[in-house]
């Protein structure tokens, strides 16, 4: 597979991770659908395991998802998602895999403090939306970012 043709993958999967934070957008399928059209590329041992992995594991965030509670609406605008979503990147890169999560709450929190100013009612308004719905939205980013962590380790150690 061509330096290119990678390229577009990966732009694929950012698009997927971005569409995992807009409601409606299908994140999930375009992370997926990039590893499959990788995997069927690359045709190595490592490039399967990864598709296979990231088919199981995106199956297990979907049952997840379904346990949670439903989402009202939009839990989250758009600027709450934006910063959630940096701040899953950064978790993600700082701490691998496993700060993906407080990445992002760390994330919204700040969001929040900027907006209104005080500890308790940034903490307060992170709790609301995680209530009404980010669970959902988390779950499905770490999953996301799992497939993609696993894409790139893949690309450079396989």
């Given at each position: 597979m061509?330096?290119?043709?990678?390229?577009?993958?990966?732009?694929?999967?950012?698009?997927?991770?971005?569409?995992?934070?807009?409601?409606?957008?299908?994140g999930t399928w375009l992370v997926w659908a990039a590893t499959l059209w990788w995997a069927l590329q690359d045709r190595s041992p490592s490039a399967w395991w990864v598709l296979v992995g990231a088919s199981v594991l995106l199956l297990v965030a979907q049952a997840v998802r379904w346990q949670l509670p439903a989402r009202s609406g939009n839990p989250m605008g758009a600027r709450l998602a934006q910063w959630a979503g940096w701040g899953a990147l950064v978790g993600f890169v700082v701490v691998p895999v496993a700060g993906a999560i407080p990445g992002a709450l760390v994330g919204l929190y700040v969001a929040e403090r900027v907006r209104l100013g005080r500890w308790d009612d940034a903490a307060a308004s992170v709790r609301d939306v995680l209530r009404r719905g980010g669970w959902n939205v988390l779950v499905e980013l770490f999953a996301c970012l799992l497939v993609a962590g696993a894409w790139v380790g893949a690309l450079v150690w396989g």
């Open positions: 061509g330096a290119w043709e990678l390229l577009l993958v990966g732009v694929v999967m950012m698009l997927g991770l971005g569409g995992v934070l807009v409601p409606g957008l299908p």
